[in-house]
T-cell receptor
Framework: GDSVTQMEGPVTLSEEAFLTINCTYTATGYPSLFWYVQYPGEGLQLLLKATKADDKGSNKGFEATYRKETTSFHLEKGSVQVSDSAVYFCALSSPEYGNKLVFGAGTILRVKS | GAGVSQTPSNKVTEKGKYVELRCDPISGHTALYWYRQSLGQGPEFLIYFQGTGAADDSGLPNDRFFAVRPEGSVSTLKIQRTERGDSAVYLC??????????????FGQGTRLTVV
């Protein structure tokens, strides 16, 4: 079945450092890809998405590009802030399966000031 | 309401008891999903409703788990004869439609179930 593998954490960075969280997927079709974020004490919320190959999703300074050739959707940010500390989940969905989400295990990001 | 609402936020129950978890989705959202998240893991799919009907219940772990959405809005996840392994955070999400590419799902804050 479809699956998502993402970089293990926790990832600890200093403020203004460059962030990469790796995500690769396995899917039988052409899924949409997502990054969801869970801030401390809050529910899961969508950070960004891409629906087809070579699309780039972006939001709040974060970016990820849908790479079909490497089945990847790595999350990047050029300069992290303390407020970015959270758990980040890579996920995929396909409309033929009702858009149910398949999640990776999550990566904890800690940003120190 | 403004977002997806789940009640209760916390539930502690004894092994063998029956529990009900409630989800109130965003008004107008026809698709509703239940997920289960164990500590240190990503959410795992349980069941998907499109309107009143369960379109996909392939994620329910066994027949102790059941969910309903009788009027196409509020949904209840029911767990019979609870076991300690059922302890997890149960998440509900809703979206405008289940079959549209890239549709965003909106999540509730979850119900933390602890079986003692």
């Amino acid at each position: 079945g479809d699956s998502v593998t993402q970089m293990e954490g926790p990832v600890t960075l200093s403020e203004e450092a460059f962030l990469t969280i790796n995500c690769t997927y396995t899917a039988t079709g052409y899924p949409s890809l997502f990054w969801y974020v869970q801030y401390p004490g809050e529910g899961l919320q969508l950070l960004l998405k891409a629906t087809k190959a070579d699309d780039k999703g972006s939001n709040k300074g974060f970016e990820a590009t849908y790479r079909k050739e490497t089945t990847s959707f790595h999350l990047e940010k050029g300069s992290v802030q303390v407020s970015d500390s959270a758990v980040y989940f890579c996920a995929l969905s396909s409309p033929e399966y009702g858009n149910k989400l398949v999640f990776g295990a999550g990566t904890i990001l800690r940003v120190k000031s | 309401g403004a977002g997806v609402s789940q009640t209760p936020s916390n539930k502690v129950t004894e092994k063998g008891k029956y529990v009900e978890l409630r989800c109130d989705p965003i008004s107008g959202h026809t698709a509703l999903y239940w997920y289960r998240q164990s500590l240190g893991q990503g959410p795992e799919f349980l069941i998907y409703f499109q309107g009143t009907g369960a379109a996909d219940d392939s994620g329910l772990p066994n027949d102790r788990f059941f969910a309903v959405r009788p009027e196409g809005s509020v949904s209840t996840l029911k767990i019979q004869r609870t076991e300690r392994g059922d302890s997890a955070v149960y998440l509900c999400a809703s979206s405008l439609a289940g079959g549209v590419d890239g549709t965003e799902a909106f999540f509730g804050q979850g119900t933390r179930l602890t079986v003692v």
